[in-house]
């Protein structure tokens, strides 16, 4: 049993002055570092005490090593309290705690090494020699141990109330391992108070204390210890091998375990300057894609308010000029025809654009529903190609809808939205085409309804074909042949089409050899 209890004492003592000082050396500035490196001594100085005191076998050097391990259980409530403050970002504001919390630590720590805090060991149990709480011992209990990590855990409570997810998390996770620490090294009390009531478990609790705060520490980066990791293996390695080359029984061993230390330690090292090296790029992709996102949505609220804002006047202006045209205010002189015609046309256009730009803002949004209901896709068609049909004869092409021979069952959609989707694929291909014309076909085909759109147009290359359904991006013929296009249109109706979980693709054999558009819509 008792070596057990030596065994647990060396590896807290160990990782807790390991994991202290890599911590402390990741940032020296920074006040959580400094303070958790500080609880960390204080654990291995208790930790590593215990060990040499349950190894003594005389009186004297027993109560040498059972004050020392005292010392140090007497600095760990302190430098608790502080990492916890600093942890929650109160460190100044809890200033006053602090101050007092550290005056009386002081004046504990100068009583440690006399009778009124540890008077005398005796055998307890199975151990030989179990130290004695002297008369002020009790007060340190009741101030130090219990008083300041009481306080430390009341700060954690308080501040997991109104933290986000990821702190909520680690700070249970500290809660978890103080309570865990704290709880086991209690157990030690009871025997130094004469009292044999309860096993001390202090040391094999507080190996999870630890691991506790090193998860909590690797799983919510709270020190970036993934490096921290990787270098204590490292170490712990490197530490074996030179062990090995140092204990080696002849002189060709001790030369062949440097070598291979020293060669370890090179390949360690630039493992680590790797994965550091790594661990920054990560970080600084996540800092720009965090702004991106910023950004975007700083994009997307602008749009919305300036579509929103612009939309009113447009409207407005619509109306007046319709008016005019119908000489509502009289007849107007016979050359302010073409010119209000214009105006008219690009007034449209301009609506046209505030109207996508609205929808690109709530599709982004997610504010977008879509509203089923029965609906004959034939007639939307129809309804489409009669209302693009002046502007196909204006060009001198053909625009015709080849209806199937029996009439087709009615859908359920979204009516305006999939006009919508029609609207701009039948008006993208007259635009873009000069000679021929624009077919539309429609039939249903393996439980979806197809809607075929063909063009005798531009045509359209490989790389134009993976772009055409992106936001503002247009083909080359796009920007010689129709420049007041931003490129929204097929974007919108790709979204709409995938909202109703359909699809959407173009197909062409290259430059001036026309486009086929298809859109599958499942039939619900």
Same mark, same amino acid.
């Given at each position: 049993?008792?070596?057990?209890?030596?065994?647990?004492?060396?590896?807290?003592?160990?990782?807790?002055?390991?994991?202290?000082?890599?911590?402390?050396?990741?940032?020296?500035?920074?006040?959580?570092?400094?303070?958790?490196?500080?609880?960390?001594?204080?654990?291995?100085?208790?930790?590593?005490?215990?060990?040499?005191?349950?190894?003594?076998? &005389?009186?004297?050097?027993?109560?040498?090593?059972?004050?020392?391990?005292?010392?140090?259980?007497?600095?760990?409530?302190?430098?608790?309290?502080?990492?916890?403050?600093?942890?929650?970002?109160?460190?100044?504001?809890?200033?006053?705690?602090?101050?007092?919390?550290?005056? =009386?630590?002081?004046?504990?720590?100068?009583?440690?090494?006399?009778?009124?805090?540890?008077?005398?060991?005796? !055998?307890?149990?199975?151990? +030989?020699?179990?130290?004695?709480?002297? /008369?002020?011992?009790?007060?340190?209990?009741?101030?130090?141990?219990?008083?300041?990590?009481?306080?430390? +855990?009341?700060?954690?409570?308080?501040?997991?109330?109104? *933290?986000?997810?990821?702190?909520?998390?680690?700070?249970?996770?500290?809660?978890?391992?103080?309570?865990?620490?704290?709880?086991?090294? *209690?157990?030690?009390? /009871? +025997?130094? $108070?004469?009292?044999?009531?309860?096993? !001390? #478990?202090?040391?094999?609790?507080?190996?999870?204390?630890?691991?506790?705060?090193?998860?909590?520490?690797?799983?919510?980066?709270?020190?970036?210890?993934?490096?921290?990791?990787?270098?204590?293996?490292?170490? =712990?390695?490197?530490?074996? $091998?030179?062990?090995?080359?140092?204990?080696?029984?002849?002189?060709?061993?001790?030369? +062949?375990?440097?070598?291979?230390? *020293?060669?370890?330690?090179?390949?360690?090292?630039?493992?680590?300057?790797?994965?550091?090296?790594?661990?920054?790029?990560?970080?600084?992709?996540? #800092?720009?894609?965090?702004?991106?996102?910023?950004?975007?949505?700083?994009?997307?609220?602008?749009?919305?308010?300036?579509?929103?804002?612009?939309?009113? !006047?447009?409207? *407005?202006?619509?109306?007046? #000029?319709?008016?005019?045209?119908?000489?509502?205010?009289?007849?107007?002189?016979?050359?302010?025809?073409?010119?209000?015609?214009?105006?008219?046309?690009?007034?449209?256009?301009?609506?046209?654009?505030?109207?996508?730009?609205?929808?690109?803002?709530?599709?982004?949004?997610?504010?977008?529903?879509?509203? $089923? &209901?029965?609906?004959?896709?034939?007639?939307?068609?129809?309804?489409?190609? &009669?209302?693009?049909?002046?502007?196909?004869?204006?060009?001198?092409?053909?625009?015709?809808?080849?209806? /199937?021979?029996?009439?087709?069952?009615?859908?359920?959609?979204?009516?305006?939205?999939?006009?919508?989707?029609?609207?701009?694929?039948?008006?993208?291909?007259?635009?873009?085409?000069?000679?021929?014309?624009?077919?539309?076909?429609?039939?249903?085909?393996?439980?979806?309804?197809?809607?075929?759109?063909?063009?005798?147009?531009?045509?359209?290359?490989?790389?134009?074909?993976?772009?055409?359904?992106?936001?503002?991006?247009?083909?080359?013929?796009?920007?010689?042949?129709?420049?007041?296009?931003?490129?929204?249109?097929?974007?919108?109706?790709?979204?709409?089409? &995938?909202?109703?979980?359909?699809?959407?693709?173009?197909?062409?054999?290259?430059?001036?050899?026309?486009?086929?558009?298809?859109?599958?819509? !499942?039939?619900?």
């Amino acid at each position: 049993m008792i070596n057990l209890f030596i065994v647990f004492s060396l590896i807290n003592g160990i990782t807790a002055a390991i994991f202290g000082i890599f911590v402390y050396l990741k940032n020296k500035q920074k006040l959580i570092n400094k303070t958790f490196f500080l609880m960390s001594f204080g654990v291995a100085v208790w930790s590593l005490s215990y060990c040499q005191w349950l190894l003594m076998t &005389e009186q004297g050097p027993a109560l040498f090593w059972s004050k020392m391990l005292n010392f140090g259980a007497t600095l760990i409530p302190i430098f608790y309290l502080h990492w916890v403050l600093s942890l929650l970002n109160l460190a100044k504001i809890k200033r006053k705690l602090l101050t007092a919390g550290y005056l =009386i630590t002081f004046i504990f720590l100068i009583l440690s090494f006399t009778p009124y805090y540890i008077k005398s060991v005796k !055998p307890i149990l199975f151990f +030989l020699f179990w130290p004695q709480a002297g /008369p002020l011992y009790i007060c340190f209990l009741i101030l130090g141990y219990f008083g300041l990590t009481g306080c430390g +855990l009341y700060q954690l409570l308080q501040a997991r109330k109104t *933290a986000s997810k990821d702190k909520r998390l680690q700070i249970n996770y500290v809660i978890l391992g103080s309570i865990i620490g704290f709880s086991g090294g *209690a157990t030690n009390f /009871p +025997l130094m $108070l004469g009292i044999p009531l309860i096993l !001390p #478990i202090g040391q094999p609790l507080v190996f999870f204390y630890v691991l506790s705060f090193a998860f909590a520490t690797i799983k919510y980066h709270l020190f970036n210890i993934k490096v921290f990791l990787i270098e204590f293996l490292v170490s =712990i390695i490197g530490l074996i $091998l030179l062990v090995q080359a140092v204990i080696a029984e002849t002189f060709w061993l001790k030369i +062949l375990g440097f070598g291979i230390f *020293a060669i370890f330690c090179t390949f360690g090292y630039l493992l680590i300057k790797s994965i550091i090296k790594e661990i920054e790029y990560r970080e600084k992709l996540q #800092i720009a894609y965090s702004e991106l996102k910023r950004l975007d949505k700083a994009k997307s609220e602008f749009i919305s308010i300036a579509s929103h804002q612009l939309r009113t !006047p447009l409207t *407005a202006i619509k109306g007046y #000029i319709s008016m005019m045209r119908e000489k509502s205010y009289g007849k107007p002189p016979e050359k302010m025809e073409k010119p209000l015609k214009n105006i008219y046309l690009s007034n449209e256009r301009l609506i046209k654009l505030v109207n996508d730009l609205l929808n690109i803002s709530r599709i982004e949004a997610g504010k977008i529903e879509i509203k $089923l &209901e029965k609906t004959s896709i034939e007639n939307v068609i129809i309804s489409v190609v &009669e209302e693009l049909e002046n502007t196909a004869k204006e060009k001198n092409i053909y625009l015709r809808f080849e209806k /199937p021979k029996k009439h087709l069952a009615e859908i359920l959609v979204d009516r305006e939205k999939i006009r919508q989707v029609i609207m701009n694929i039948i008006d993208n291909a007259i635009k873009y085409t000069k000679k021929g014309g624009v077919t539309i076909k429609s039939k249903i085909e393996n439980l979806k309804f197809k809607i075929i759109v063909s063009d005798t147009g531009t045509g359209l290359t490989k790389y134009e074909i993976s772009k055409m359904f992106e936001s503002f991006s247009r083909g080359v013929a796009g920007t010689r042949l129709y420049t007041e296009g931003v490129g929204l249109g097929l974007y919108i109706a790709r979204r709409f089409i &995938e909202m109703h979980q359909g699809k959407i693709r173009a197909e062409s054999k290259g430059k001036n050899k026309g486009s086929i558009f298809y859109i599958e819509l !499942p039939i619900k």
